[in-house]
T-cell receptor, first 113, second 115 residues
Framework: DQQVKQNSPSLSVQEGRISILNCDYTNSMFDYFLWYKKYPAEGPTFLISISSIKDKNEDGRFTVFLNKSAKHLSLHIVPSQPGDSAVYFCAASAAGGSEKLVFGKGTKLTVNP | NAGVMQNPRHLVRRRGQEARLRCSPMKGHSHVYWYRQLPEEGLKFMVYLQKENIIDESGMPKERFSAEFPKEGPSILRIQQVVRGDSAAYFC?????????????FGSGTRLTVV
């Protein structure tokens, strides 16, 4: 039972264009969402997060949008750069209890020069 | 200002042997989390520990796996009598508090191969 789904295993975009990575979730108890970036042979690196009380959070080139009614979030990267090429994981956490995260399977982003 | 340190980076074990994975959290961090990533999968939560306490082990397999975070020294994830299905990347993360607004800091992982 996959509670966090990233339906696109891969995405390829041109440098300078927008990258949009999508994530869907099924658990209504999730109230905090995070995006991580991962290079091969390295651990995930925190990118940006959003609380369920917001619908948008922006940090430089990265913006995360949350649509609670659709149980959907997306990460926008503008403009995309070759160094952004990596695997991006969406993760979610439920209220209360420990701070465990539920991860999606990831989307591999390739930004072509 | 070292990050989360995991060792070894690569570990090869024969079926039936024991695997010990170590994690030293960032300085000042007292919360440690272990995750496992199987090939082509996302990371799966295993266990959450604070110093000398297991807070949540709901993701740990019932048998052969154990974790500890002693008062002194690194956190240890121990896998007894390893099987081929234990082959995976094991990531440790740490944080200084139970607030997620800035996310965990992950280590580079230990890649366990069972032959």
């Amino acid at each position: 039972d996959q509670q966090v789904k990233q339906n696109s295993p891969s995405l390829s975009v041109q440098e300078g264009r927008i990258s949009i990575l999508n994530c869907d979730y099924t658990n209504s108890m999730f109230d905090y969402f995070l995006w991580y970036k991962k290079y091969p042979a390295e651990g995930p690196t925190f990118l940006i997060s959003i609380s369920s009380i917001k619908d948008k959070n922006e940090d430089g080139r990265f913006t995360v949008f949350l649509n609670k009614s659709a149980k959907h979030l997306s990460l926008h990267i503008v403009p995309s750069q070759p160094g952004d090429s990596a695997v991006y994981f969406c993760a979610a956490s439920a209220a209360g209890g420990s701070e465990k995260l539920v991860f999606g399977k990831g989307t591999k982003l390739t930004v072509n020069p | 200002n070292a990050g989360v340190m995991q060792n070894p980076r690569h570990l090869v074990r024969r079926r039936g042997q024991e695997a010990r994975l170590r994690c030293s959290p960032m300085k000042g961090h007292s919360h440690v989390y272990w995750y496992r990533q199987l090939p082509e999968e996302g990371l799966k939560f295993m266990v959450y520990l604070q110093k000398e306490n297991i807070i949540d082990e709901s993701g740990m397999p019932k048998e052969r796996f154990s974790a500890e975070f002693p008062k002194e020294g690194p956190s240890i994830l121990r896998i007894q009598q390893v099987v081929r299905g234990d082959s995976a990347a094991y990531f440790c993360a740490s944080s200084s508090r139970q607030v997620l607004n800035y996310g965990y800091t992950f280590g580079s992982g230990t890649r366990l191969t069972v032959v």
